[in-house]
Structure formats: structure tokens, C-alpha cells
């Protein structure tokens, strides 16, 4: 089994910085893809970054927040500066994992727990 773990979230004014951070742990032969996604109150969960071997972001963050990856630590970061009240949300780690499942290698879908992000003042 394969858990991810999300910090870094809390309050911020607006303008401010935040840095999330998400590790992957288990039986992790290799992952393909990670990214953050985020829902918003009344909103359906939107993508904010992805990162493969390129990286993509959502057009309302573009320029304000960054995504990197450690792979040694199976970690993935999201660096969020000039936070705007419309960031507001929780945001979920998302990651696509090969894995050990008994004696198959196979390659699911996992999301973390999710961690609140306020932007206010």
C-alpha cells in the first residue's frame, strides 16, 4: 500500500508565501507523475500543478506558484507566492505510483488526506 502525506498548509494574508510538501511512503517501485490538486467551498477539484519529467499549472496560478519534486525522497513541493484570497481551498496531493501489490508490480492512482489553505486578512 502506498500513503501520501501532505504538510504546510494554514492561514496567510493575502501577498504572502506558503510551501506544501507531500511524501509518498510504501511499496513504491517508482512514480510517474505528481501533482496538487485543490476544492474550493461549492467548487469541483480543480488541478493547480503537475509535474512528470515537464511541469503544468493551472492558468490562475501561473507565475505565482512553483512545482519540484525530490525524487530520492519521493517528495513532492508546491511553492504558492502572492497568495490571493481565491486560492483559498484544500489542496490534495495526487500521485500516479507503481507499487508492490503482494507479487505484481502494478501502477494506481493515490490521493493524500488534503491540508487547509486560508488566504485572508
Known amino acids: 500500500q502506498v500513503q501520501l502525506v501532505e504538510s504546510g498548509g494554514g492561514l496567510m494574508q493575502p501577498g504572502g508565501s506558503l510551501r506544501l510538501s507531500c511524501a509518498a511512503s510504501?511499496?513504491?517501485?517508482?512514480?510517474?507523475?505528481m501533482g496538487w490538486y485543490r476544492q474550493a467551498p461549492g467548487k469541483e477539484r480543480e488541478l493547480v500543478a503537475r509535474?512528470?519529467?515537464?511541469?503544468d499549472y493551472a492558468d490562475s496560478v501561473k507565475g505565482r506558484f512553483t512545482i519540484s519534486r525530490d525524487t530520492a525522497k519521493n517528495t513532492v513541493y508546491l511553492q504558492m507566492n502572492i497568495l490571493k484570497p481565491d486560492d483559498t481551498a484544500v489542496y490534495y496531493c495526487?500521485?500516479?505510483?507503481?507499487?508492490?501489490?503482494?507479487?505484481?508490480?502494478?501502477?494506481?492512482?493515490?490521493w493524500g488526506q488534503g491540508t487547509q489553505v486560508t488566504v485572508s486578512s
Open positions: 495526487n500521485a500516479y505510483v507503481m507499487a508492490w501489490q503482494g507479487s505484481r508490480m502494478r501502477t494506481s492512482e493515490y
Open positions: 510504501g511499496s513504491i517501485i517508482a512514480i510517474n507523475a
Open positions: 509535474i512528470t519529467s515537464s511541469t
